[in-house]
């Protein structure tokens, strides 16, 4: 690969980049768009299996996508064409047949205003610009089965680092100490470090690990979990606190093995848990999961699947602390792929109904003041015709970290 | 913190806020801008000393800052108000006695465009928004000396990991093994771990460790050297190659331990190395820094220092492998602070003018094909009337790893 000068730009199959372009095109008709222009990262890696600074522009009137590259310059194949700004895309359009598309969509939804205002000028684009993010994250929102299986591998990766984690554990680690180690063992099995979330509100390094009150510590960010953070530069997550005997410690780490991630969450503690609302919620959090993943199947409202999780929490006497005490998250499950924060929601309000090819992070946990955070979370498909599938296996229960 | 529900929202004293302030009024008034509405988490964190969900207003016409707080809702202090949403902003700067500012300037470069769209519905902007962004780079670009003190203490930190690199490579590692011992080396002396980016272009995890003909593999992104990555997904740095004796390793990785982040590079070697034009271009990288140190000074232009660099490496007849061999990076050196691509550049189109408080790092590389990446980076501050002061003080020569 670095051996000749040139590279092929497309690393998916022809059937893949075809199948993922056709879930595109039909969101394209859903929405009424006829032409998109892509750059964000997230979205040209789902479109083209790489990441590279350009666009991809879509047009219902041609049956391939275009590929403008500004860099690495080194990228080649069929519609390839390298470019060293957007100005230079409507003349290469035009030299193509293809008409100047003045009403062509772009990811209104990631893309800054500066940057949406250059490739209006550049196109000129005489009114408001047309949201193509709604149908990216529409597309996106059903896996292919290439996709499905990169996420079971994430999962069996993490699997195995979440299994792994008692074996990390020392007597007199802080929070920030025990999720350092973890660190390293997930980068050890490959784990790439990088946690994508669409948007610049959200920060997050290699994810959380909460143990005590700091899990009540409210965040800026709409994670979940809160957790302090070592510094106000980036308030979430482990603070420093020392993990004390007979408290929860919730590790929620980063699954992004392969482009696309999982999401995973257990409760672990050192030396058995006496408080009885934390172990009722932990197991609560459990049922939940089973509950809503036997379910979930195509066709059933996300709303619904929130409320019937919020009908056992209200059952059980344990809405102060669902979704956290100080602070509530107003969902128990999202999206996951190439990026944290995808569709569905599964949130009071959402409009999503859910589809074969979903992939979802079901995680309902609860925050007790003075004890910490418990409950779990996982990663699973929506199916066909059964429960949803987990894939992140690792076992449910408390475990102990002695 | 954790025991009461309420916190102070302002963690800057009141001094250091007076300043940071005053630095962004005089930007206000240097670009014709009256009233500015930030969100942007670096800016916020840069006008406040925490990341908070929400706004920070600020007007020629009054004295403090309007705090608009979304998450957490716990924040309180003087002119400090709870929102639920944007929309409510308008109505409270009304009963505030101030007319709705139709032409508040807002982060253009940074807010994705759907965001801006809602602020200026909000607000009822009828014609096009103004750009604050220019406004927040320049304020951030001369630091206060509170910044000054932490990013020497960020410096501090990264050089004492920086010095223990030897101790951690082992024979037989590969790029990103030792990458993985030296990213919790940075941890578990409190690095953040978060490589805080302008914009949603460049992706980058704990840095890069590139050894051999890695360096030389293009990349998307707009950093200095590339390297394949180990995923298509985030094509950049380390990718599983093999440290071979009298091979240079090339150590660019995150110095961001209080908010405020150093970078460095340096340079280890399996080894002896023997090639010669390495060796050569190291010591000239060497030289370039020291250099350029000493011309740099409040008011010399920052494309001066660029020319100044250029020309060193023309008389050594260096430039086929100058910033890159395969691809080329367009700058030597950019400002640095609570972000990692901030103002001034040292670029040859750079219209940048050296003052003060700048925290500039400089990184005047090279790749060598068939052997790898050599060269320093350093952080300096540009003082009064002398040379500028380095920050970054790890030992600059070829360090052996064995």
Redesign the interface.
């Known amino acids: ?2 051996d000749n ?1 040139n590279e092929r730009l497309l ?1 998916l199959t022809a059937a893949e980049a075809d199948r993922r372009i056709g879930r595109v095109r039909q969101a394209m008709l859903d929405n009424h768009i006829s032409e998109l222009l892509i750059s ?2 997230a979205n040209v ?1 789902y479109l083209t ?6 666009f991809v522009f879509i047009s219902l009137d041609i049956d391939s996508p275009i590929y403008f590259v ?5 990228l080649t194949g069929s519609n390839v064409y390298a470019i060293r700004k957007v100005e230079e895309i409507p003349a290469f359009l035009s030299s193509l047949g293809l008409a100047n598309p003045t009403r062509v969509a ?1 990811e ?7 940057a ?2 250059r490739v209006m000028a550049a196109f000129a684009m005489p009114e408001l ?1 047309t ?1 193509g ?1 709604p149908v990216m994250r529409a597309a996106r929102s059903v896996k292919t089965q290439l996709e499905c299986d990169e996420m079971r591998r994430s999962g069996a990766m993490q699997t195995l680092v979440y299994k792994n984690i008692p074996s990390l554990f020392r007597e007199g680690m802080t929070d ?2 025990l999720q ?2 973890i ?2 063992e997930l ?2 099995r ?1 784990c ?3 946690f ?1 979330v669409s ?3 959200m ?1 997050i ?2 994810g959380n690990v909460l143990t005590g ?2 899990a ?7 994670f979940a979990m ?1 957790g ?1 953070g ?6 979430v997550g482990a603070d420093g606190s020392l993990v004390r005997p007979g408290m929860p410690v919730m590790v929620d780490v980063n699954g992004n093995f ?2 696309h991630m999982t999401d995973m969450t257990r409760t672990y503690s050192y030396g058995p848990i006496s408080d009885a609302t934390a172990l009722k919620a932990h197991a609560l959090s459990i049922d939940i999961c089973h509950a809503v993943a036997e379910a979930a199947r195509p066709g059933v409202a996300a709303a619904d699947l929130y409320n019937m999780a919020a009908d056992m929490v209200k059952a059980a006497r344990l809405e102060p602390y669902f979704m956290g005490h ?2 509530h998250a107003g969902f128990i499950g999202h999206g996951v792929g ?1 990026e944290i924060n995808e569709a569905p929601v599964i949130a009071p309000r959402s409009r999503d109904i859910l589809a074969e090819g979903n992939a979802i992070a079901l995680e309902p946990k609860f925050v007790i003041p003075g004890i910490g955070a418990v409950g779990i979370e996982n990663t699973y498909l929506v199916t066909d015709d059964a429960a949803m599938e987990c894939i992140t296996l690792a076992d449910e229960g408390i475990t102990d970290l002695c």
């Open positions: 690969m670095h000068n690393l964000d990262n890696y299996g790489r990441v590279f600074r350009g500004r860099r690495p310059a080194s772009l209104l939804d990631t893309t800054p205003y500066s949406v205002s610009p949201n993010s920030i100490e350092i180690e660190e390293r980068r050890l490959g790439l470090g990088q994508r948007g610049p509100e920060e390094f290699m009150d700091n009540d510590a409210p965040s800026p960010y709409d809160g302090a070592l510094n106000p530069s980036l308030p392969t482009g100080r602070q190439i």
